[in-house]
């Protein structure tokens, strides 16, 4: 029999048909982890339409779904790994970290035709996971499945949340929490210190091998360049740069961007520490690791470009057999991050105030109205969504005026914008129905996913995540009989720090 008839016998027999490349790249890339059982899986939640989008038999993956994705049982066609990594974590690099806590079932070919990833993440010990139990908590669980997904209804490319599942069984963190396991989907789970765990051996051969395999898996029109590693790196700078100005867009913070946590294939990855901006601060850091603000919001574009800078000097041996010109080569595609994210972030934010043509005063304008926000201590995403009021006409301004602690904040701000918005083509009405695409009216707040993870952790109670599951599936929409939903929490619901879920 054929590998090929093989792997299509094999797909008629499991309901996850996979097809995994990654098993076969050369053995020191990744290690053998087969997931640890446990005692009393419980399936939270099944993603059916995702399920179906990568051509999955649903019906049977919900019905043993707990088991499966518990990592009880082990698929038919899976090939469970860990990935080898490196990374710099705050600037220090750490020659190998790899995968501590998540184990890559395998790869399947979706209904569009792309390989996606299906990992479990909290399964147990992995050759990598060194003191740690390998396992994670469930508030983790339910922050990444709700985050994930939310960044997908956004529009922001993201890792996807297949299942969530109650262990039955503790973990040990500075207190006793329930234990959880999430299944992501991704393009694929490689990093930036993908390639440094090789650079750092000096494996020149499997740098190769490596690139070769992400142009072939996600930048496949690089093949037959004739520098394609440099090209490479210019396609994963654009990714990464058009990536990080969304992320602004949104007011989103990463949380812990180190090199292990920077995807190539240019989806957002790892939700540890994660959140969204309430009031607008361009300095603000909610993860609780991130004590001289490394990663604040604001500081997550250069960051990125220090990221893409890390990754070319991995390549440097495949650019040019000249180190000097390869470094030269290199240099000059890092310089070019910061006009690209600049770029996609300006589009952006004008498309959030309503321009949607060119003159020269609009990067002022932008940042005329982020100041009025910072100074006025305004919420960032409610700012938005009421001057997509605004917009249709004076007489909407109220709303807005109200979410600054001084209304001469934004009232200086506002004539300039009207003047600028006249010029555009666009009605009013059509201009603030075009913003409402792109601003939104929901996001996963802070204080409601810590409200729904402390429900699920102290009380077994499921509901809030389901709501805001729900509600966070259709953020552009008003949804009327859920506007509790996009208010800005009470003082006393604030949720000022984050943690990661190790």
């Keep these: 029999m054929t590998e090929a008839s093989k792997r299509a016998q094999q797909a008629h027999n499991t309901p996850i048909p996979f097809d995994n490349s990654y098993a076969r790249l050369p053995a020191h890339f990744h290690a053998s982890a087969i997931p640890t059982p446990v005692a009393e899986p419980w399936l939270i939640k099944f993603n059916r339409p995702l399920a179906e989008e990568l051509g999955l038999d ?42 501590g806590r998540a184990i890559l079932l395998g790869e399947v070919i979706d209904r569009a035709g792309k390989r996606r990833d299906i990992q479990l993440k909290g399964a147990g010990k992995t ?37 969530a599942v109650v262990t039955g069984e503790p973990v040990y963190r500075e207190q006793v929490l ?4 999430i299944t992501r989907v991704a393009a694929s789970h490689i990093r930036v210190g993908t390639f440094q765990f090789l650079a750092a051996r000096g494996d020149t051969d499997g740098l190769k091998t490596l690139a070769d395999y992400v142009i072939d898996r996600h930048y496949p029109n690089l093949k037959g360049s004739d520098r394609p590693y440099l090209d490479l790196i210019k396609a994963v700078v654009e990714r990464q740069a058009a990536l990080i100005a969304r992320w602004l867009c949104i007011g989103f913070i990463h949380g812990v961007m180190n090199t292990d946590n920077c995807s190539v294939s ?72 910061g006009p690209i994210f600049q770029a996609h972030w300006l589009a952006g934010m004008k498309a959030k105030i309503g321009l949607f043509t060119e003159e020269d005063g609009d990067l002022d304008l932008v940042q005329g109205l982020l100041t009025a926000m910072h100074q006025g201590g305004a919420d960032f995403t409610l700012t938005f969504r009421a001057l997509c009021d605004a917009a249709e006409s004076a007489g909407k301004d109220e ?104």
């Design 266 to 337: 240019g989806e957002t990855i790892d939700f540890g520490p994660c959140a969204f901006l309430d009031a607008y601060d361009p300095t603000k850091v909610f993860s609780s690791i991130d004590r001289g603000g490394r990663y604040a919001y604001a500081s997550q574009p250069a960051i990125g470009q220090w990221n893409m800078a890390r990754l070319a000097e991995t390549l440097l041996p495949l650019i040019d057999p000249d180190p000097s010109e390869a470094v030269n080569l290199a240099n000059d595609v890092i310089a070019g991050y």
């Design 178 to 181: 329930p234990g959880g396991v």
């Design 58 to 99: 649903a019906d049977a993956l919900e019905r043993d779904g707990a088991a499966i994705f518990s990592g009880n049982q082990v698929p038919q066609g899976a090939e469970p790994l860990g990935m080898a990594y490196a990374g710099h974590q705050f600037g220090q690099f750490v020659p190998l970290l790899g995968d």
């Design 399 to 502: 709303p807005l005026k109200t979410l600054f602690a001084n209304p001469h904040q934004i009232e200086a701000w506002l004539p300039a914008w009207r003047e600028r918005t006249g010029r555009e083509p666009l009605s009013d009405a059509k201009t603030s129905a075009a913003m409402r695409t792109v601003n939104p009216a929901f996001i996963p707040r802070n204080h409601r996913i810590e409200q729904a993870i402390r429900a699920a952790e102290d009380d077994g109670d499921f509901s809030l995540f389901e709501a805001l599951n729900d509600v966070l599936a259709k953020p552009y929409e008003d949804q009327p009989k859920f506007a509790a939903y996009t208010a800005a929490p009470q003082p006393q619901e604030e949720v000022l720090r984050t943690f990661c879920g190790t």
């Design 127 to 163: 050759p990598y996971s060194r003191r740690g139990d390998g396992r994670a908590a469930l508030g983790p669980v339910l922050r990444e499945y709700i985050v994930s997904e939310a960044m997908f209804a956004l529009g922001i490319p993201a890792t996807r949340a297949l299942a």
